[in-house]
T-cell receptor, first 110, second 119 residues
Framework: GQQLNQSPQSMFIQEGEDVSMNCTSSSIFNTWLWYKQDPGEGPVLLIALYKAGELTSNGRLTAQFGITRKDSFLNISASIPSDVGIYFC??????????FGAGTILRVKS | DAGVIQSPRHEVTEMGQEVTLRCKPISGHDYLFWYRQTMMRGLELLIYFNNNVPIDDSGMPEDRFSAKMPNASFSTLKIQPSEPRDSAVYFCANSNLLPSGRVGPGELFFGEGSRLTVL
């Protein structure tokens, strides 16, 4: 079946540092989404990308839809303690269900 | 809007018991999804509905699992009989259609989840 490879699996960074994570697939997707999950909560949508090459920002977060449509990355600038959580990428082909990556666990040292 | 509402938030039960998880979706969102999350397997789609009709139940693990959506404002996921390996967090999620010109479910909005422990 379709699989998304999300990396890194986990990160432990210093407050103020920038963070970068990505998702790759052997399949082409038409939509890429990035979610964040806080402990004890459901995933919350951060950014949605609908076009190859699209670069979208949401505050300190920036995500890009890869030009090949097989990958996407998420950057977080100047990390703060509340950025802690699990970040998931998700890809979708038209008319199909979302496929989720395994998640990147982010820990921030203050 | 209150968002997706799930109940119970936590359930502890014994093996063999019936478990019913409930979801009240966001009004007007046509797609409803049931996901299961575990450390080992991550987020797994169990089943999804469009306009109350089950579209894809290929992710339902076995016959012990069933889901219904009797109307647009309520869905249930039932496990009977429950087993320890069913222990997980179960999420209900909603979406509407993708932006115009596209087909299929769009951005998912998740509930807070129901944490199930089967002893």
């Amino acid at each position: 079946g379709q699989q998304l490879n999300q990396s890194p699996q986990s990160m432990f960074i210093q407050e103020g540092e920038d963070v970068s994570m990505n998702c790759t697939s052997s399949s082409i997707f038409n939509t890429w989404l990035w979610y964040k999950q806080d402990p004890g909560e459901g995933p919350v949508l951060l950014i949605a990308l609908y076009k190859a090459g699209e670069l979208t920002s949401n505050g300190r977060l920036t995500a890009q839809f890869g030009i090949t449509r097989k990958d996407s990355f998420l950057n977080i600038s100047a990390s703060i303690p509340s950025d802690v959580g699990i970040y998931f990428c998700a890809g979708q082909k038209y008319g199909n269900k979302l496929v989720f990556g395994a998640g990147t666990i982010l820990r921030v040292k203050s | 809007d209150a968002g997706v509402i799930q109940s119970p938030r936590h359930e502890v039960t014994e093996m063999g018991q019936e478990v019913t998880l409930r979801c009240k979706p966001i009004s007007g969102h046509d797609y409803l999804f049931w996901y299961r999350q575990t450390m080992m397997r991550g987020l797994e789609l169990l089943i999804y509905f469009n306009n109350n009709v089950p579209i894809d139940d290929s992710g339902m693990p076995e016959d012990r699992f069933s889901a219904k959506m009797p109307n647009a404002s309520f869905s249930t996921l039932k496990i009977q009989p429950s087993e320890p390996r069913d222990s997980a967090v179960y999420f209900c999620a909603n979406s509407n259609l993708l932006p115009s010109g596209r087909v299929g479910p769009g951005e998912l909005f998740f509930g807070e989840g129901s944490r199930l422990t089967v002893l």
